[in-house]
Nanobody
């Protein structure tokens, strides 16, 4: 079993920055992919970014490429999402997710573990 707990959401102005954290516990994660998704009101949950916990390339949605950075800290068992140049359209609940495979897929239903979510609101 994997437990994921997000933190770091909040209210920020357009152009500002936030860093989300996801504390990971319960299993060894060397063969896991870790990711961030988001869901805005009235919209489906969508892929934001992901990495393989063991290292390697990061993957980003086109809408956040160049503005968001995903990173993992093995020593702290924590996943991060640095969000810069935030826009009002980034407003959503952000979820940390884990997948028991090293392949990264964008489909939410392919990810088996989820955190409770943290709200990010970007004001114009």
């Amino acid at each position: 079993q994997v437990q994921l707990v997000e933190s770091g959401g909040g209210l920020v102005q357009t152009g500002g920055s936030l860093r989300l954290s996801c504390a990971v516990s319960g299993r060894t994660f060397s063969r896991y992919a870790m990711g961030w998704f988001r869901q805005a009101p009235g919209k489906e949950r969508e892929f934001v970014a992901a990495i393989r916990w063991s290292g390697g390339s990061a993957y980003y949605a086109d809408s956040v490429k160049g503005r968001f950075t995903i990173a993992g800290d093995n020593a702290k068992n924590t996943l991060y999402l640095q969000m810069d140049s935030l826009k009002p359209e980034d407003t959503a609940v952000y979820y940390c997710a884990a997948r028991g495979a090293t392949t990264v897929v964008h489909t939410p239903r392919a990810w088996g573990y989820w955190g409770q979510g943290t709200q990010v609101t970007v004001s114009s």
